[in-house]
């Protein structure tokens, strides 16, 4: 299952069908290799102490041992196909580089920042050939005049710079305003108004590709959890883009007729190594992003983990699959991932709401949606996230009734209620179980799906 913590109360044999996301951390604590196939170790034994004699007897079968690293490479590559992964290598050309500035305006947004800028190094620019400079400016939330790839901006590795410094020490540098200024801010990305400013390494185990910079123009302290959301994105999309290399490498070898073993061998275990990397990687990218959305909301921190959770035991009791537990969690989790795009002014406000800004809340899962559908490996969650708002009497947004609502989405909105119910507010403090029960149970077969407010009594009852 995706949550660590639960780990020791898991079953020693896994479930068939279980998600990467619950297999994931496991994989690099033994031998992942052997736990993704089953290797024969004796091909590293022997061959060094095999006779000529031997080796001959054996170099015939060669051949079908190519070809079946080739096919475990194609197993592996596919697991985090560009259609499953942030797919964010590979651009050919300037115009493809607007993504960049689309994630550089979402992480402004997600910590709350004036700037966010996001460059990377030549070799992983490759539709910006001809730069002279070795870190380029790919993306940026701050609004240019003209194009942002004419204007050239970036640095020389033996610059001493806002983002070569996090790219040279591979780790988190904050800057305040003395400093901002003594190594020559850009003007055209106003950085010469920035009081202080954030630079972290985008890294991989395997490669450093790029710097992620946010500033902020005026004296405003950046939240810690802010601040691992960004080093967290960072890490995430630079190991991405290291299995996205990786797997075109495999691509080639597997085409290759004259492919060698040691190499294929290699790659197969840098690949599954960075597998490893992606779910822990991934999940840590959904918890933290479950929290700055519940800091913005004024939830007390965990209060969308509480939600995760009891979806969770709610799945448990329905007897429902790993697999579908692992997509609950993370749907409950991001259940809510508009409001991290709203400002957070709506959220403070103590008065009544305009039009407007209900209508911002009203809409925040499909903003929610748009964002999740930028980030691919997610795209399985979404109709959960999307019709978790819906009603069992058909009045909710799209009029989806019954069981014509997904299970996930009908699991998930049993349990935000009742967290809800169950947690303090601005306006009234948190009910008891027993009364949030009872208000569910008269609210079945009109809000929820009666059979799962019984499941989730039951659930309650037992403790």
Same mark, same amino acid.
């Given at each position: ?26 994989? @690099?604590?033994?031998?992942?290799? /052997? ?9 590293? !034994?022997?061959?060094?102490? @095999? ?8 170099? =015939?079968?060669? $051949? ?5 690293? &080739?096919? *475990? ?10 259609? &499953? ?23 402004? =947004? ?20 001809? /730069? ?7 993306? $940026? ?22 983002? #070569? ?20 801010? @850009? ?5 010469? &108004? ?49 299995? *996205? ?21 290699? !790659?197969?275990?840098?690949? $599954?190594?960075? @597998? ?35 979806? +969770? ?8 699959? =790993? ?49 999740? #559908? ?28 019954? *069981? ?28 008891? +179980? ?8 008269? =609210? ?20």
């Amino acid at each position: 299952m995706a949550q660590k913590e639960d780990k020791e109360h898991m079953e020693d044999k896994k479930e068939e069908g279980v998600s990467l996301f619950s297999q994931s951390a496991d994989l @690099i604590d033994s031998d992942p290799l /052997e736990e993704i196939f089953a290797l024969n170790l004796g091909d590293f !034994l022997s061959e060094h102490l @095999i006779s000529d004699d031997l080796a001959k007897k054996i170099s =015939e079968k060669e $051949t079908d041992k190519v070809a079946g690293l &080739k096919n *475990q490479l194609s197993e592996l590559i596919s697991i985090y196909s560009k259609d &499953k992964t942030l797919t964010i290598l590979g651009f050919n050309s300037k115009e493809d580089y607007i993504i960049y500035s689309s994630i550089a305006k979402t992480i402004k =947004e997600m910590s709350g920042v004036d700037a966010c800028h996001i460059y990377l190094t030549k070799d992983n620019a490759g539709g910006l050939t001809g /730069e002279k400079h070795d870190l380029l400016l790919v993306g $940026t939330s701050v609004k240019l005049k003209g194009d942002l790839y004419s204007k050239n901006i970036g640095y020389k590795f033996d610059d001493d710079s806002i983002a #070569m410094q996090a790219y040279k020490n591979r780790k988190t540098i904050e800057l305040n305003k003395e400093e901002i200024q003594s190594l020559k801010p @850009i003007k055209d990305i106003n950085e010469d &108004k920035a009081v202080y400013c954030l630079s972290v390494p985008m890294k991989s185990s395997l490669d450093c590709v790029g710097v992620i910079v946010i500033q902020n123009y005026e004296e405003k302290e950046l939240d810690p959890n802010f601040v691992n959301m960004c080093e967290i994105t960072a890490d995430l999309f630079a190991t991405s883009m290291a299995f *996205q290399k990786e797997a075109e490498e495999a691509e080639e070898l597997i085409n290759d007729k004259d492919a060698d073993v040691a190499d294929l061998q290699h !790659l197969r275990a840098e690949i $599954t190594a960075l @597998i490893g990397d992606l779910g822990d990687e991934q999940q840590a990218f959904v918890e933290n992003l479950a929290r700055a959305v519940d800091l913005r909301s004024h939830f007390k921190q965990d209060y969308s983990r509480a939600v995760a959770d009891l979806s +969770v035991e709610i799945c448990s009791e329905l007897g429902l699959n =790993e697999k579908t537990k692992d997509l609950v969690y993370y749907a409950a989790l991001l259940r809510n991932i508009g409001k991290i795009t709203l400002p957070i002014e709506i959220f403070d406000k103590k008065g009544e709401l305009t039009k407007e800004e209900w209508a911002k809340l009203y809409n925040h899962p499909n903003i929610g949606v748009n964002l999740l #559908m930028s980030i691919n490996f997610m795209a399985e969650v979404i109709p959960y996230i999307h019709y978790h708002k819906e009603l069992w009497n058909g009045t909710g947004r799209e009029g989806l009734s019954g *069981q014509s609502i997904p299970l996930g989405s009908r699991i998930i909105a049993i349990a935000d209620a009742y967290c809800a119910l169950t947690t303090d507010r601005t306006y009234r403090k948190a009910m008891s +179980v027993e009364k949030a029960l009872e208000i569910m149970r008269e =609210e079945a077969s009109i809000k929820w799906d009666p059979m799962l407010v019984d499941v989730l009594i039951n659930l309650k009852c037992k403790k």
